[in-house]
């Protein structure tokens, strides 16, 4: 039986990309990817938004060929890798799309737009009209999943700075009280449901659901 991330982290040439993804599936394992992808559509019009090398979304394109998803990423490497690994594993239900997660644009509308672990890299100032955007590309009914790390408790979140420092180096990093992201989204029109992501690993994941009050 295939397995998906042994098959994604394979489709990469690099070895240091092969090492980043098993880095970055060690951290949001399989348990949690399919957490996260139960409140995904099954079939529908995904938006990953800072997709990265598309990981996560030839994930969610593999396991579930009814998805159709699009990732953005600012980098054109990495998308040029994802586009590789997509042709690789056969995935016809991803597609790619060089652009900054700020001001991307398109006429689009998406049924759920997800964002794992990227708002406590963007400055805080700009958070909240990053997510204004977001709302923006998702239809009426859409559903926006969010993947953050808490600053609670302290000794998690010092373990996962740790780790951030070694990725990113000595970029801004800010780790959202839960409470205040919460009522950032709110804010924006969602009903926010959130609840923790337990690891056998100190990680202080947090996992936010939105979906949009109808008026």
Request: charged share 25%; hydrophobic share 40%.
């Amino acid at each position: 039986m295939s397995d998906p991330i042994r098959d994604i982290i394979n489709s990469y040439d690099s070895f240091i990309v092969r090492a980043y993804s098993r880095l970055r599936f060690a951290i949001l394992r399989q348990p949690f990817l399919e957490e996260i992808g139960q409140y995904l559509p099954t079939a529908g019009r995904i938006l990953d938004l800072g997709c990265g090398f598309g990981l996560f979304s030839l994930y969610f394109a593999a396991t579930y060929p009814d998805r159709s998803l699009c990732g953005v990423d600012l980098n054109r490497r990495r998308i040029d890798y994802a586009w590789t690994s997509a042709e690789r594993l056969r995935l016809s239900n991803v597609e790619y799309h060089i652009g900054d997660a700020f001001d991307w644009n398109t006429s689009e509308s998406f049924d759920a737009i997800y964002l794992l672990d990227l708002l406590h890299h963007m400055p805080r100032e700009k958070v909240n009209a990053f997510l204004e955007k977001a709302t923006s590309l998702l239809r009426d009914d859409g559903i926006l999943i969010v993947k953050e790390v808490a600053n609670r408790p302290r000794y998690k979140m010092w373990f996962t700075l740790l780790l951030d420092r070694l990725m990113v180096g000595w970029d801004p990093i800010y780790y959202w009280p839960p409470h205040d992201l919460s009522a950032m989204l709110e804010q924006l029109g969602f009903d926010v449901v959130r609840h923790r992501m337990i690891d056998i690993l100190p990680y202080p994941h947090i996992l936010y659901i939105g979906r949009r009050i109808r008026p």
